[in-house]
């Protein structure tokens, strides 16, 4: 079994005394939620901090609630997002996203905030010590080049949520609380363009609350690509929310795509392009076509990154076609 | 009542597993689960290059980390460094050169998995990085071939020339595929007291273990006793592997005077155990307009790796059933396993079937639809029957149940109707059905004879109870209930009386390996010739008092009746030719047949598996639950091997260790399985059974992909059939073609 690095573990009572403590340790100290993502990659030595700071302890982070819009606590389950009766109906591909998330023991672990903050990945960074000694360290960690795209001065892992492209899809924001005070961000803020520096919020800021804006008359879904029915991360994620006046006009659109760059994509073009027209097969194909052209997969996770390009363009019309009643023509979801 | 042995009551019934409630209930212990008194934590220092010279190996600072015991590289091995297995090849340490990564080069002991790490990481090691053969075919051109087999049978070449024949003919690429047991591989050591050793362990073959101990140790093999743990899954991974371990962690408890536990992480099992050969095969098939094989070509090549370990009889078995369970009359069969700069590959599941029976019957499935014929009609028309000759001439006299397998997979599966109707299917997503068969010689076989006999140890205490000591192993398969019913039938006890212990080499002779489906024939046998033993001796004083098993102990135990016995079993003599490839190359077959039903998304490629039919000939059904468990779980390695597994590797270094990145299928993935078991007795086999360890395997992938061809009309040569694959294959599809609207 690999084992964890030892490290200290601090539980603060309220989320300012963390981003305290978080402040005071500097880069020696890291946050841990559910520890789903945190605890494997320390395993791996992907990160040694040398202090962890638990939120388990900081009262009323696991509430969700909805009166108009929805607020899920950072805290908040992924298991207990998907099963909310109030999340599946209003918010269903939010409830989706969360319950297409690995398999159920670590849906009843991780949470909605670690699944926004989820570390980005790279067939060359997700591995062993051993491994990366071996093969030669990369820039993500202990190294100076990045092994995907060696000429580049960027890394290139993959941002691998499955709720972020929901959350940026339905003008989601969150609540960040830093030692001094707090603020308020769209979700797409929330995310760098590095696949290092993946979070663009400051260390030491814990992000409290996800705030989703009510969505009534709109309609939503997100769609998984993954090589089996349960634990893969996405090798492709779409995420798709549409608004249509009474004629069935689109008046709005929202396409994200998740897993194809370092972080959520939005595709703009496709969005405008959308807007004022009625979503018919031929306007899905069309938009589909433009949709998938902002993908930047490279040859760093599973199944060849041409494949996977090409699957943005067939699952966002897929996504297009669920929203618009038409028959989507792939296989049935498995039941679990 | 004690049973006349001759009344069947206990063969046939599902008996419950007497391992199962420890098993769900967490209370088995595994090998880490086991506590040794003073204990170190046991690790190897692995190469991190494919080929190397060692230019300088420098222990002394290692040696001076506080809490390190030992530190041991091949110089300091006091016997022959070397595992003794079909070649005399694969040292237990690397002694100059290292010649795949994650060779061993050193072993240390330590107080604390800290200082363990501390005293890897102080071993200084200069490597001069030497060219790495990395190719199967680059090797075969620079003449690394390890070994090499023929069957010459008839005129293939010339047959193959006939003008009124129809040839297909193709290259077929198979992966690595791993065993992915639910436990690594572990070993205690701890030293006897008395100069000798004691080896608790995960394994499969206790005796393989003691004798790379013995050998590393330079000890008797009467000093060496090794003790299978209770064990989470083989599948081969466990069979000439362990005695690595095995002997790393004897090395370091003999230095230290210590217990030693070397338990393996996932991660390190994965990138330096053993896997299944990856495999080249060409085939050349051709068969009358009406459909009757004439004459096959095969070229058979395995990378074995850097070691030989099992590879030769790998390579053999391949050989032997390279035309599956067939007629085919003119057969040229040239096998090559080539030597490599990556992780020795070696026993598995199917051994050196799968590959080639993957090509052979893809072979078959587009002949089939060359020819216009029904695939099944077409296996029909040539499968094997008593009175017909093995492509190795074994002229099959009994047991032969391949057409009832055939026949009633078909109709459990409503075969015709599904070939008829999804044949017609436009949709995005399309059905399919496919078939596929296999046979495997059950044991040892020609290759393996000087291991194949097996003993067994039955001792009555007073009380009536029975304990059994076998050589072979129970690895989840089900072999201590399949020999407690075999002993409770052959005694005439109640099965609830017989405990079957876990191997112990100082309990019974050297019983061979627990490969090759030979368990409960060979194990079943020996505890039959002991049962009949302490029958004979109990026949005198009982007669027919119709006395209860207790109480006819009791009385044999108040007139001094010894009631102990040591059974032996010797299979048949077999003769083969290895320059013609032409003898009997096992004492007898099982034979396999699937039906597998898919949907594929023609638009991303992906496929989804519907349902399995697997079919049987297994001789004598013993257990049905077992039976039934050995076909579910060997299906779905097999639809893992056709759709998920494989490992891409760079500079010899496997890039995917871990569960996350090597993809096997989850319970969701798996569809209904229907096993179909039938039952064409084996008369040397106990009460008729033969093998079914492994024919579940053998014939899935191929099924799999000839249902993708029906589904989709497309056909691959190369598993697994990721979406990727499948989708470049559907793209390639001749234009207007309706397949290829996605
Ligand atoms: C086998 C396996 C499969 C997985 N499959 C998927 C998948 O399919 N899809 C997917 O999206 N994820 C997957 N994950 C990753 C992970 O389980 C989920 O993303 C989960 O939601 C993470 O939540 P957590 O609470 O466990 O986060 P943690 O592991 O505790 O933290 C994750 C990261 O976020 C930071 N963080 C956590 N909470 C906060 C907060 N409130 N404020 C600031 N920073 C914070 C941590 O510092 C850390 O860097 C998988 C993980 C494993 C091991
Ligand atoms: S993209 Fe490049 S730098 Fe980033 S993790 Fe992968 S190899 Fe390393």
Known sequence: ?336 | MVNSPSQRTVIGQRLRRPDAPDKVKGTALYIEDLDFAGSLWGGVLRSPHAHARIRKLDTARARGVPGVRAVITAKEIPGRNVIPMVQSDWPVLAQDFVRHVGEGVAVVAADTREALAEGLAAVQVEYEPLPALLDMEEALAAGEVMARYKVRRGEASVALTRSDLIVVEGTYQTPYQEHAYIEPNGMIAAPDGTGGVVVHGSMQCPFYVQKGVASALGLDLNRVRIVQTVTGGGFGGKEDAPSAPGAHAALLAMATGRPVRLILTREEDMAVMSKRHPARVQVKLGATRHGHLIAAEIDYLLDGGAYATLSPVVLFRGTVHACGPYRVPNVKVESRVVRTHKVPCGAFRGFGEPQVVFAFEAALDELAERLGQDPLVLRLKNALQIGDETITGHRLSESVGFREVLEQVAAASDWKRKREEYARERGTVRRGVGLAACYYGVGLGAMGKHLNPAGANVVVAGDGSVTVAVGTTEIGQGMVTVLTQIAAESLGCPPDAVRVMEADTSRVPDSGPTVASRTTVMSGNAIRDAAAKIRAAMEPVIADSGLPWREAVALCVQKQIGLAAHGWAVPPATTFDLATGQGEAYVCYSFSANVVEVEVDTETGETRVKGVWSGHDVGRVVNPTLGEGQVEGGVVQGLGYALTEEHALRDGRILNDQFSTYIIPTPLDVPEIKSVLVESPFPWGPYGAKGLGETPIIAVAPAVVAAIHHAARIRLYTLPATPERVWDAIRALPPPGEAASG
Request: glycine share 10%.
């Open chain 1, 1 to 336: 079994m690999l084992r964890l690095p030892p490290f200290r573990f601090l539980v603060p009572k309220t989320s300012r005394e963390a981003a305290s403590m978080l402040a005071d340790h500097g880069p020696d100290a890291m946050v841990v939620a559910g520890g789903t993502d945190l605890y494997p990659n320390m395993k791996r030595r992907q990160f040694e901090p040398k202090v962890l700071v638990s939120l388990r302890g900081i009262a009323d982070t696991r509430g969700i609630t909805a009166n108009g819009g929805l607020r899920l606590g950072a805290m908040a389950t992924l298991s207990a997002v998907a099963a909310h009766a109030d999340v599946i109906a209003r918010w269903p591909a939010v409830a989706k996203a969360a319950g297409l998330v690995s398999s159920p023991p670590l849906r009843n672990a991780g949470t909605i905030g670690g699944n926004l903050c989820v570390d980005t990945r790279c067939t060359y960074y997700n591995q062993t010590e051993f491994w990366r000694a071996s093969i030669g360290y990369c820039m993500k960690k202990d190294g100076h080049i990045c092994l995907v795209a060696p000429g580049s001065d960027k890394c290139w892992a993959l941002s691998s949520s499955d709720t972020a492209p929901v959350m940026i899809a339905l003008g989601a924001e969150v609540t960040l609380v830093g030692p001094k005070g707090e603020r308020r961000i769209p979700v797409p803020q929330l995310f760098g363009r590095d696949g290092i520096a993946y979070l663009a919020k400051r260390p030491e800021e814990i992000l409290t609350d996800i705030h989703v804006p009510d969505r009534a008359g709109w309609s939503m879904t997100y769609r998984k690509l993954r090589r089996r029915g349960s634990i893969d991360f996405p090798i492709l994620g779409v995420a798709a929310a549409i608004q249509r006046d009474a004629g069935g006009i689109v008046t709005d659109a929202r396409i994200v795509l998740g897993a194809v760059h370092t972080h959520p994509v939005e595709a703009t073009d496709a969005q405008e392009f959308l807007k004022g027209k009625r979503l018919d097969a031929e306007t899905i194909e069309m938009a589909a076509g433009i949709a998938y052209k902002p993908a930047r997969p490279l040859d760093n996770a599973d199944l060849s990154y041409a494949w996977r390009k090409r699957m943005a363009r067939i699952e966002v019309g897929r996504a297009l076609r669920e929203l618009a009643g038409l028959p989507t023509g792939d296989l049935p979801p498995v039941v679990a």
